[in-house]
């Protein structure tokens, strides 16, 4: 199962809770804490959920379930003039493709480690069938 690190500076932002109550809540989302460090704490969640693999997933998830943030955000969507060609020997290995352009996101660095780290987890989250 995958262990994610989990930055309290992130978390305590995002949330908008401190880290100790942050970590009495962390087990109540079906989560193992694996080690707590003077900055992050590691994690280890159940593949099922690749929607906590990373430190958003889980503000998102925390927000919710402390009644902070509920429902699901509503993002505008519209047609793009972008076209995506997949040539045909890539179809065997990769059947499905989806992609978006997404604008106004500033990135920062934590940002774009976090959505790095995310990508590596995301495998250990799904067996071939």
Same mark, same amino acid.
């Given at each position: 199962? +995958? ?14 809770? +401190? =880290?100790?109550? $942050?970590?009495? =809540? ?5 989560a193992? $804490? !694996? ?8 994690? !280890?969640?159940? +593949? ?5 693999y ?5 503000? &998102? ?11 699901? &955000?509503?993002?505008?969507? =519209?047609?793009? =003039?972008?076209n995506?060609?997949?040539?045909? @020997?890539v ?5 499905? $493709? @989806?992609? @978006? ?8 660095? @934590?940002? $774009? ?9 995301? +495998?250990?989250?799904? &067996?071939?069938?």
């Amino acid at each position: 199962m +995958p262990v994610i690190s989990l930055g309290y500076e992130d978390l305590e932002e995002l949330v908008g809770i +401190p =880290k100790e109550e $942050i970590l009495t =809540k962390i087990p109540m989302l079906g989560a193992d $804490i !694996e080690r707590v460090e003077e900055d992050h704490v590691d994690v !280890e969640f159940f +593949p099922n959920r690749p929607d906590l693999y990373s430190v958003e997933g889980v503000a &998102r998830a925390l927000r919710g379930f402390l009644s902070i943030e509920e429902g699901a &955000r509503y993002y505008s969507v =519209k047609e793009s =003039k972008i076209n995506l060609t997949v040539k045909d @020997a890539v179809l065997p290995i990769r059947p499905h $493709i @989806a992609s @978006a352009v997404v604008k106004g996101i500033k990135f920062s660095g @934590a940002l $774009i480690e976090s959505l790095m780290n995310l990508q590596e987890h995301l +495998p250990q989250g799904f &067996r071939k069938r």
